[in-house]
T-cell receptor
Framework: GENVEQHPSTLSVQEGDSAVIKCTYS??????FPWYKQELGKRPQLIID?????GEKKDQRIAVTLNKTAKHFSLHITETQPEDSAVYFC????????????FGKGTKLTVNP | GAVVSQHPSRVICKSGTSVKIECRSL??????MFWYRQFPKQSLMLMAT?????????EQGVEKDKFLINHASLTLSTLTVTSAHPEDSSFYIC????????FGQGTRLTVV
């Protein structure tokens, strides 16, 4: 079945710096890759996603890149702010066109003022 | 984005009792919903797929007789934790998709 690896598990940056979180997946049929932000005790919030027909997507300070050949995708946050501090999860769809997701283990991002 | 509502947000129950958690899609119909469990400082683990009008599909290692799922309408799925034990204490979250997956607010279950 699908396996998603996420690195690093923790990431600490200074306010204003960039943060990069990387994920790899195993199922070449996966075609949908969302990223979620989860604050303590709250639900995961979708922050950005990408489908396999594009290589990059950007939304203000957040961007995601996808390399289907290498089966990895990354989240990039620029000009980080303290409110970006949270746990970030990547996910990959199980097979093509599936609504089922497999999640990475998460990255705890801390942005220091 | 789409709205998914989960109730209750917190529940404490005695060991051996059953607890029902509701997941509703408020502004769209969902033929499929998903139930996840999340232990502290860990990721979301898919437990089962809830299918409207048919039996749920459980992931490997998840006891279907312990975690009963009912999806009786296009906007409601319920998860019942039967004969709960302290090891069932966890954060349970549902999701429903409207091209993208949206999550309920989660239920913190504590079994004492």
């Amino acid at each position: 079945g699908e396996n998603v690896e996420q690195h690093p598990s923790t990431l600490s940056v200074q306010e204003g710096d960039s943060a990069v979180i990387k994920c790899t997946y195993s199922d070449s049929a996966s075609n949908y890759f969302p990223w979620y932000k989860q604050e303590l005790g709250k639900r995961p919030q979708l922050i950005i996603d990408i489908r396999s027909n594009v290589g990059e997507k950007k939304d203000q300070r957040i961007a995601v890149t996808l390399n289907k050949t290498a089966k990895h995708f990354s989240l990039h946050i620029t000009e980080t702010q303290p409110e970006d501090s949270a746990v970030y999860f990547c996910a990959a769809s199980i097979g093509s066109g599936s609504e089922k997701l497999v999640f990475g283990k998460g990255t705890k991002l801390t942005v220091n003022p | 984005g789409a709205v998914v509502s989960q109730h209750p947000s917190r529940v404490i129950c005695k060991s051996g009792t059953s607890v029902k958690i509701e997941c509703r899609s408020l502004d769209f119909q969902a033929t499929t919903m998903f139930w996840y469990r999340q232990f502290p400082k860990q990721s979301l683990m898919l437990m089962a797929t809830s299918n409207e009008g048919s039996k749920a599909t459980y992931e490997q290692g998840v006891e279907k007789d312990k975690f009963l799922i009912n999806h009786a309408s296009l906007t409601l799925s319920t998860l019942t934790v039967t004969s709960a034990h302290p090891e069932d204490s966890s954060f349970y979250i549902c999701s429903a998709s409207r091209t993208k997956a949206f999550f309920g607010q989660g239920t913190r279950l504590t079994v004492v």
